[in-house]
């Protein structure tokens, strides 16, 4: 039997298929109290971009961080506290490049950001990054006020663990059913068989 084709060996890839696709869509930055950063994002470089957008979803309101609508103001309904503090890293945006710098940088700033855009016959705006703002306390020890990578290391390691659980399990009963092999009463008949 083919090693994927077990159903333990296929469920273990299959999860680990799915921690491989999470780390490649999902950026972790880390910067300093009052510095500047660029969150990166890149859209085809030949597309015709209609809209583009950076979110932070985790915000109370429906503001966004920095929006892009051709012939309209980049602030309208922008959150208050992002207003001034953003910009385009290049306000030409060659070669797709919708990376923008974020200013003097707070605490309060660290969350996850998404950079939606939207390009001409391409239907509705998709997600192109995300990116995980870790802006560390300088009143902490370590320089990280934020437990998101070990959260994050936590949750892989429970999702490893349980798909071996589960694999052990399943290993367990099929060695079980193997090995109990006839019923008493088949012993009994084929002694019975055998001494005729």
Same mark, same amino acid.
């Given at each position: 039997? !083919?090693? &994927?084709?077990?159903?333990?060996?296929? =469920?273990?890839? *299959?999860?680990?298929?799915? %921690? *491989?696709?999470? #780390?490649?869509?999902?950026?972790?930055?880390?910067?300093?109290?009052?510095?500047?950063?660029?969150?990166?994002?890149?859209?085809?470089?030949?597309?015709?971009?209609?809209?583009?957008?950076?979110?932070?979803?985790?915000?109370?309101?429906? $503001?966004?961080?920095?929006r892009?609508?051709?012939?309209? !103001?980049?602030?309208?309904?922008?959150?208050?506290?992002?207003?001034?503090?953003?910009? &385009?890293?290049?306000?030409?945006?060659?070669?797709?490049?919708?990376?923008?710098? *974020?200013?003097?940088?707070?605490?309060?700033?660290? $969350?996850?950001?998404?950079?939606?855009?939207?390009? !001409?016959?391409? +239907?509705?705006?998709?997600?192109?990054?995300?990116?995980? *703002?870790?802006?560390?306390?300088? +009143?902490?020890?370590? +320089?990280? !006020?934020?437990?998101?990578? &070990? =959260?994050?290391?936590?949750?892989?390691?429970? =999702?490893? =663990?349980g #798909?071996?659980?589960v #694999? +052990?399990? &399943?290993?367990?009963?099929?060695?079980?059913?193997?090995?109990? $092999?006839?019923?008493?009463?088949?012993?009994?008949?084929?002694?019975?068989?055998?001494? %005729?």
């Amino acid at each position: 039997m !083919s090693t &994927l084709t077990s159903a333990p060996h296929f =469920l273990a890839f *299959l999860i680990s298929l799915w %921690i *491989l696709s999470l #780390a490649a869509d999902h950026h972790e930055v880390i910067v300093k109290d009052g510095e500047d950063v660029t969150l990166h994002c890149q859209a085809p470089r030949d597309a015709q971009i209609n809209m583009f957008e950076w979110i932070r979803p985790d915000l109370e309101s429906d $503001g966004y961080i920095f929006r892009f609508i051709p012939e309209e !103001s980049t602030t309208v309904n922008q959150h208050s506290s992002y207003r001034g503090r953003v910009e &385009l890293r290049d306000p030409d945006m060659k070669d797709g490049d919708l990376s923008v710098v *974020l200013k003097d940088v707070s605490v309060s700033d660290t $969350g996850t950001y998404r950079c939606r855009v939207g390009i !001409s016959g391409g +239907g509705k705006p998709k997600v192109y990054s995300t990116i995980q *703002l870790i802006v560390s306390d300088p +009143g902490s020890e370590d +320089g990280n !006020s934020s437990p998101v990578g &070990l =959260l994050v290391g936590l949750a892989a390691v429970g =999702l490893v =663990l349980g #798909a071996v659980a589960v #694999a +052990g399990f &399943l290993k367990y009963k099929r060695c079980k059913n193997k090995r109990s $092999g006839p019923s008493a009463a088949d012993d009994d008949k084929a002694s019975a068989v055998q001494f %005729i």
